[in-house]
């Protein structure tokens, strides 16, 4: 059974250069989406601030368990 010596090797990746005019392309087209959609990404900001006020009061209460502390029910006994 032959071996072929470049068997492990990726024979159909693109040139280094590639990858930096992806990175670029990609840039630009988040800039000029950003600048495009910036009135509806930031027009939702009040909204999500109104949101997030109830969703930390129900995540940032679960540690408290109904304010019972094992601590406190020890030293009452």
Do not use: Q, V
């Amino acid at each position: 059974m032959e071996h072929d010596g470049h068997a492990g090797h990726n024979s159909h990746c693109a040139p280094r250069g590639y990858n930096w005019i992806l990175i670029a392309f990609l840039a630009i087209a988040a800039f000029y989406l950003f600048t495009e959609h910036r009135a509806h990404l930031l027009g939702a900001l009040p909204f999500l601030l109104m949101l997030a006020c109830p969703l930390m009061h129900l995540f940032m209460h679960h540690g408290h368990h109904g304010g019972h502390d094992e601590n406190n029910d020890r030293s009452e006994k």
